[in-house]
């Protein structure tokens, strides 16, 4: 069974940089896309983008300025980092496994496995 | 980017019931459409995706319909653990991927 954990701080000033990791346990992050979504209550659940393998990522335009997400398949890890929040960054922010069948460059596009999420607040 | 609208926002429906639960698309997103169920404190769950293919463990009392821009999730005879918040997502067009509102699915 495929298991996924969020870490990272739960409070971020506005202004300074968001990061969170991913570590998966269950499976390998040498294959499928891995991707990170937030929710909130003004937006609801918004895909922020993916990664597959080291050098293929994807993101959603309106957050493409300030988003990278980075992988670690030697301790099984992704990680995303979102700069310059402001309070409309304020969500649960999800990790989550692209469904099976996917292959680059096609990932499948809905999400099987997610994280348990973690709220992140922007405040200083 | 691809609109997703959910209707209604809230449905009331008795135990034993049939519920039925609405997603449109701007434009169309041919058969690529997945829907969820979200529980409070949870994570999404995912309960069907290609339109009416169901995840693995799900109820076969799950079903979804619909093609373009007209969706549908039944969901044939409510238990008590069915009431929750559902979304769908369409993953044709794309960057980026995008979830309707949601409908609440709330005990009458």
């Known amino acids: 069974q495929v298991h996924l954990q969020e870490s990272g701080p739960g409070l971020v000033k506005p202004s300074e940089t968001l990061s969170l990791t991913c570590t998966v346990s269950?499976?390998?992050?040498?294959?499928?896309?891995w991707s990170w979504i937030r929710q909130s209550p003004g937006k609801g659940l918004e895909w922020i983008g993916y990664?597959?393998?080291?050098?293929?990522?994807n993101y959603n335009p309106s957050l493409k300025s300030r988003v990278t997400i980075s992988i670690d398949t030697s301790k099984n890890q992704f990680s995303l980092r979102l700069s310059s929040v402001t309070a409309a960054d304020a969500a649960v922010y999800y990790c989550?496994?692209?469904?099976?069948?996917?292959?680059?460059?096609?990932?499948?596009?809905?999400?099987?496995?997610w994280g348990q999420g973690t709220l992140v607040t922007v405040s200083s | 980017e691809v609109v997703m609208t959910q209707s209604p926002a809230t449905l009331s429906v008795s135990p034993g019931e049939r519920a039925t639960l609405s997603c449109r698309a701007s434009?169309?997103?041919?058969?690529?459409l997945a829907w969820y169920q979200q529980k409070p404190g949870q994570a999404p769950r995912l309960l069907i995706y290609?339109?009416?293919t169901r995840a693995t463990g799900i109820p076969a009392r799950f079903s979804g319909s619909g093609s373009g821009t007209e969706f549908t999730l039944t969901i044939s005879s409510l238990q008590s653990e069915d009431f929750a918040v559902y979304y769908c997502?369409?993953?044709?067009?794309?960057?980026?991927?995008?979830f309707g509102q949601g409908t609440k699915l709330e005990i009458k």
């Open positions: 989550a496994r692209d469904g099976e069948g996917g292959t680059f460059p096609h990932p499948s596009g809905y999400f099987d496995y």
């Open positions: 269950g499976g390998s992050t040498s294959s499928y896309y």
């Open positions: 990664i597959y393998n080291s050098a293929n990522t």
């Open positions: 434009q169309s997103v041919l058969s690529n």
């Open positions: 290609g339109t009416s």
């Open positions: 997502q369409q993953y044709n067009n794309w960057p980026p991927y995008t």
